[in-house]
C-alpha cells in the first residue's frame, strides 16, 4: 500500500501540511468507460418516468358509431377515440415507467475512485481542516475560496457528518454561494464530481471516503 499526500488548508486559507491518503484509492489510473456506466446509470435514476398517455381504450366515450356505416360519403368510423380521430387515444405512447440501471457495487466504487483520482491528478481537491464556526458566515467560506483561488470555479464541498456542529455550519454558510453544492459522503455521485470543477472536502471527510472506497 503506498501513499499520496494532499496539502491541507485551514479556513483563513493558510496551507497546515499535508495529509497521507492511500494511492491505491486516490492514485489509480481513472476508467473512463467505468465512470461512463456509472453516470449513465445516475442521469437514468434521476428521471422521473412519470411521462402517461392513454390508449384508446382508456379514452372514455367512443361507445357510440358515430355515424351510420353507408350512404354517407365518409369513411367508415367505429369510434370517435381511434387514434387517428381527434380526442382519440395514442398508439404506443409512454406510460409510468423506472429507467433505473442496475450497477454492481464494486462497478460503482471503481467508478467514484476514477472520479476522484481524476480530480486530485488534475490538483482540483482542497482539503480543509480547522473550519469550526460559532455561528454560520457564508462571507468567511467566500473569503476562503479567494485565498485558495477556486472563487469563480463550480464547487463541490464535502462534509463527514451534518450532526456535527462544525460540518452543519459549514452547510448553513456555503449553501447560498452560488455554483456551489455540499455533500456527504453517503451522498458522493460521479455526477457531481465530474460537474464541479474544484471539490473541497474536509479531513474528516476524505478518511470516511478513503474507508468506504478501499
Do not use: C
Not at 367512443?62 to 380521430?85: E, I, L, N, V, W
Not at 490538483?123 to 479567494?146: A, Q, S
Not at 469563480?152 to 464541498?157: A, R, S, T, V, Y
Amino acid at each position: 500500500m503506498s501513499d499520496l499526500n494532499l496539502k491541507v488548508y485551514s479556513l483563513n486559507g493558510e496551507e497546515k501540511g499535508s495529509v497521507a491518503v492511500n494511492a491505491d484509492i486516490f492514485g489509480i489510473e481513472p476508467n473512463k468507460y467505468v465512470m461512463h456506466e456509472v453516470l449513465t446509470a445516475e442521469l437514468a435514476a434521476s428521471r422521473a418516468g412519470t411521462a402517461s398517455t392513454k390508449s384508446r381504450g382508456e379514452v372514455s366515450g367512443g361507445g357510440r358509431k358515430p355515424f351510420r356505416q353507408k350512404g354517407t360519403g365518409r369513411a367508415r368510423q367505429g369510434s370517435t377515440r381511434a387514434p387517428h380521430m381527434v380526442g382519440g387515444g395514442v398508439v404506443h405512447g409512454p406510460k409510468p415507467r423506472s429507467y433505473e440501471k442496475k450497477v454492481n457495487k464494486k462497478v460503482r466504487k471503481l467508478a467514484l475512485r476514477s472520479a476522484l483520482a481524476a480530480r486530485i491528478q488534475n490538483g482540483d481537491v482542497v482539503v480543509l481542516e480547522d473550519y469550526m464556526l460559532e455561528t454560520p458566515k457564508t462571507r468567511t467560506f467566500v473569503t476562503f475560496t479567494e485565498k485558495v483561488n477556486i472563487v469563480e470555479d463550480k464547487k463541490l464541498f464535502i462534509v463527514d457528518d451534518y450532526l456535527n456542529d462544525a460540518d452543519w455550519n459549514l452547510y448553513l454558510s456555503v449553501r447560498n454561494i452560488e455554483k456551489t453544492e455540499i455533500l456527504d459522503p453517503r451522498e458522493l455521485s460521479v455526477y457531481a464530481l465530474l460537474k464541479y470543477n474544484k471539490v473541497v472536502i474536509t479531513k474528516e471527510a476524505l478518511a470516511a471516503i478513503e474507508e468506504v472506497l478501499g
